[in-house]
Nanobody, 115 residues
Framework: QVQLLESGGGLVQAGGSLRLSCSASRSISSFLVVGWYRQAPGKQRELVATITSTGSTNYAGSVKGRFTVSRDNAKNTVTLQMNSLKPEDTAVYHC?????????WGQGTQVTVSS
C-alpha cells in the first residue's frame, strides 16, 4: 500500500500556470505507470497524463503541448507542470500509481481557472 499526497492546486487566471506535485509514502520506482487524472463537476474522471517506468508519456489530447508530466523516483514524486491553463481545465486533479497489484489514488487537489 502506498499513500499519495497531492499539492500545488489553486486559483489561477486563464493563460496562467500551476505545478502540481504528488508525494508518495514509499518508493515509486516499482510502479509501472504513474500520472494524473482529473474530475470536473458532473463529469467522469479522465486521464490527463501518465508516465511509465521507462519514461514513455501519454497525454490527453486536450492538454498535449500545454502540460508536462514527470517522475522522480529518487524523491518519490510525480509532477504535473500545467501551462496556458484554460477554464475547461478546472477540476480536482488526482495522482495515481499502478503496478501489478493494482492502482492507488490520492485525495486530489482542486485547480480552478478563471476566465
Amino acid at each position: 500500500q502506498v499513500q499519495l499526497l497531492e499539492s500545488g492546486g489553486g486559483l489561477v487566471q486563464a493563460g496562467g500556470s500551476l505545478r502540481l506535485s504528488c508525494s508518495a509514502s514509499r518508493s515509486i520506482s516499482s510502479f509501472l505507470v504513474v500520472g494524473w487524472y482529473r474530475q470536473a463537476p458532473g463529469k467522469q474522471r479522465e486521464l490527463v497524463a501518465t508516465i511509465t517506468s521507462t519514461g514513455s508519456t501519454n497525454y490527453a489530447g486536450s492538454v498535449k503541448g500545454r502540460f508536462t508530466v514527470s517522475r522522480d523516483n529518487a524523491k518519490n514524486t510525480v509532477t504535473l507542470q500545467m501551462n496556458s491553463l484554460k477554464p475547461e481545465d478546472t477540476a480536482v486533479y488526482h495522482c495515481s500509481v499502478r503496478n501489478l497489484a493494482g492502482d492507488s489514488w490520492g485525495q486530489g487537489t482542486q485547480v480552478t481557472v478563471s476566465s
